[in-house]
Nanobody, 124 residues
Framework: QVQLVESGGGLVQAGGSLRLSCAAS????????MGWFRQAPGKERMFVAF????????GFGESVKGRFTISRDNAKNTVYLQMNSLKPEDTAVYYC?????????????????WGQGTQVTVSS
């Protein structure tokens, strides 16, 4: 069982930056693929980024490529999402998730555990 707690959301102006953190409980954090997803009101949950167990392999959704980075500190059981050059369309609730399998890492149904989400609002 893994419990995930996101933090770092808030209100920021367009062009600004935020860093989200996701702290995980348990001693097996390093064995999980970690992902970030977001969901805007009235829209489906959308893939944002993933990190392999070591952090050496990462991937991003098209809408955030070049602006967002994902990293993890396995010693601290934490994964981060650095968001730069934020746009109003980035406004959403952001969720971190943990997956025991690599194979559906860009799909929400590939993840086994989810955090409660943190709100990010980007004003124009």
């Amino acid at each position: 069982q893994v419990q995930l707690v996101e933090s770092g959301g808030g209100l920021v102006q367009a062009g600004g930056s935020l860093r989200l953190s996701c702290a995980a409980s348990g001693r097996t954090f390093s064995s999980y693929v970690m992902g970030w997803f977001r969901q805007a009101p009235g829209k489906e949950r959308m893939f944002v980024a993933f990190s392999s167990t070591s952090g050496q392999n990462t991937g991003f959704g098209e809408s955030v490529k070049g602006r967002f980075t994902i990293s993890r500190d396995n010693a601290k059981n934490t994964v981060y999402l650095q968001m730069n050059s934020l746009k109003p369309e980035d406004t959403a609730v952001y969720y971190c998730a943990a997956a025991s399998s690599w194979f559906r890492k860009i799909h929400s149904d590939g993840y086994d555990y989810w955090g409660q989400g943190t709100q990010v609002t980007v004003s124009s």
